[in-house]
């Protein structure tokens, strides 16, 4: 069974404190691994799909990495409005399943 | 925003009675998802439709119920409802990457469901 791991579960950092944040995976093929941003009460939004390992992906103070086991939300120089809940997902390589198997997430709060 | 719609946003009701969630997709999305979101368990897929078929479940209580309409739009069906069915319920549709390797699910707003 897929299963995603993230942590911390929470993370507090400063205005400006760059930080990473992690996501394991065990899945019997991947077919892709998903970062999602969430704000409380919203639907998740989606920020990078990785397909395999050593491929970066970047969108402004984000950038996301893949290894064979694992990926990292990098994230610099946040700022306040970077606060949010970030997921991972996993899709499995079995054709006609597109389903996402979801981490339960890391609570980012940024101080300014 | 998504492009994904949601009706209705809030939904307050009492135990063992029925409801029905409703979805449009992003426009030229064949495929829908349901997933339900409660605080202890994180996002869990429901099912997915594909065209108007059922392409995949996963832990869907026998309780619930879904289907695509020929016009694309879904409905999510909860009957006999339970205090743990309190979630919010999201649809997500996908469209093929140029590779065509994967689809990325956009998420629409989500229903938030109370029984009491």
């Known amino acids: 069974e897929d299963q995603v791991t993230q942590s911390p579960e929470a993370l507090r950092l400063q205005e400006g404190e760059s930080s990473s944040l992690n996501c394991s995976y065990t899945?019997?093929?991947?077919?892709?691994l998903f970062w999602y941003r969430q704000d409380p009460g919203k639907g998740p939004e989606f920020l990078f799909t990785l397909y395999s390992a050593g491929e970066e992906k970047e969108k402004e103070r984000l950038k996301a990495t893949l290894t064979k086991k694992e990926s990292f939300l990098h994230i610099t120089a946040p700022k306040p409005e970077d606060s949010a809940t970030y997921l991972c997902a996993v899709q499995p390589t079995n054709f006609g399943n597109e389903k996402l198997t979801f981490g339960t997430g890391t609570r980012l709060t940024i101080i300014p | 925003d998504s492009g994904v719609t949601q009706t209705p946003k809030h939904l307050i009701t009492a135990t063992g009675q029925r409801v029905t969630l409703r979805c449009s997709p992003r426009?030229?999305?064949?495929?829908v998802y349901w997933y339900q979101q409660s605080l202890d368990q994180g996002l869990q897929f429901l099912i997915q439709?594909?065209?108007?078929?059922?392409?995949a479940k996963g832990n869907i209580l026998e309780r619930f119920s879904a289907q695509q309409f020929p016009d694309l739009h879904s409905e999510l069906n909860l009957s006999s409802l339970e205090l743990g069915d309190s979630a919010l319920y999201f649809c997500?549709?996908?469209?093929?990457?140029?590779?065509?390797?994967?689809?990325?699910?956009?998420f629409g707003p989500g229903t938030r469901l109370t029984v009491l």
């Open positions: 439709y594909y065209n108007g078929e059922e392409r």
């Open positions: 997500a549709s996908s469209v093929r990457d140029r590779g065509g390797v994967t689809d990325t699910q956009y």
């Open positions: 426009s030229g999305d064949l495929s």
């Open positions: 899945v019997s093929g991947l077919r892709g």
